[in-house]
């Protein structure tokens, strides 16, 4: 018998199987490295997404509490903002309500002040009408003191011309004039120098207990011709109070004239308005301003006996 024909018969030998067995081996080998490491990735795929899912899980619950707390912090700011608005808005009502209480307390002042205003306006008025009788009295009390102190002086005047034409008529002589002053018909006469305005001349001639000369004759004129100074001098003639009106310092009216041809002229175009009345150096009158200072002016009074 063949042997190849047993072997046949008997299937494959212990070779044959060995080999089956070895590429059995292999392919499951094989197959179970492919499993482990499918497994593996697997493992690794499932920890992944078990690490993602933890991480989404974790900022979700962070979000969640961050929502939780911006909506706590949201809702007490709301809370805040409404306590601010609500005292701002009771705020801008108490404003309001001390606006117009302060509207009113000006239209109050408004009328106190208009209503002062028009006692005040009815009290200047008042004291302007006070004023002006005060003036009215004061003026008139003055001119009338004025006046009578003029009398008073002219009375005291004509008493001591009287007095001295009694003397006379005893046989007294009553030419007696001071020191450096110059008698001339039962009066003393003093020429003055340095420049002086018209009042200040007056006030000179006071102090010599006279006054600035008034002259009532032509031989009066002649004699105080002889003694004026040649710049001009002061004498007691103004017409101060009306204009036109001229006036004596004795208060005697104006009975003797001198004037320059063409005086009076008051000034002329200039209106300014010449009131005292100056001796020229030729004798003759002429109205001057007042302000104007003159070298020389001429003071008299009576003589003593």
Avoid at 30 to 41: E, F, V, Y
Avoid at 78 to 92: L, M, P, W
Avoid at 95 to 105: T, V
């Amino acid at each position: 018998m063949d042997p190849h024909s047993q072997d046949e018969g008997r299937g494959p030998g212990p070779a044959v199987e060995h080999q089956e067995v070895l590429k059995f081996h292999r392919r499951h080998g094989q197959c179970c490295r492919r499993g482990t490491q499918i497994a593996l990735l697997g493992l690794v795929f499932t920890a992944l997404w078990a690490g993602l899912l933890t991480l989404l899980l974790l900022w979700h619950w962070d979000t969640e509490r961050n929502l939780k707390q911006l909506k706590e912090t949201a809702a007490w700011n709301i809370s805040q903002v409404s306590k601010d608005f609500e005292r701002h808005t009771g705020d801008q009502m108490a404003q309001k309500s001390q606006a117009a209480q302060m509207m009113q307390n000006m239209e109050k002042i408004r009328a106190e002040q208009k209503r002062m205003k028009t006692q005040e306006s009815e009290l200047s008025q008042n004291l302007d009408g006070l004023l002006e009788d005060l003036s009215n009295l004061k003026s008139q009390g003055l001119n009338e003191r004025h006046t009578a102190l003029n009398s008073l002086e002219r009375l005291q005047e004509e008493v001591a011309k009287l007095w001295i034409e009694l003397r006379v008529s005893n046989g007294s002589m009553c030419n007696t004039c001071p020191e450096e002053w110059v008698n001339f018909q039962r009066k003393c006469y003093y020429f003055g120098e340095g420049a002086k305005k018209w009042i200040q001349a007056r006030l000179a001639c006071s102090k010599l207990q006279g006054r600035l000369v008034s002259i009532h004759s032509q031989e009066e004129q002649d004699f105080l011709a002889k003694y004026i100074n040649r710049r001009g001098s002061w004498i007691g003639l103004r017409d101060l109070n009306i204009e036109g009106e001229f006036v004596w310092m004795d208060q005697n009216p104006l009975d003797y004239s001198n004037w320059r041809p063409g005086e009076p002229s008051n000034g002329g175009d200039t209106g300014l308005g010449e009131d005292c009345v100056m001796m020229l150096g030729s004798g003759q009158w002429n109205d001057a301003f007042c302000s104007n200072p003159l070298d020389g002016w001429v003071c008299d009074r009576l003589a003593t006996c």
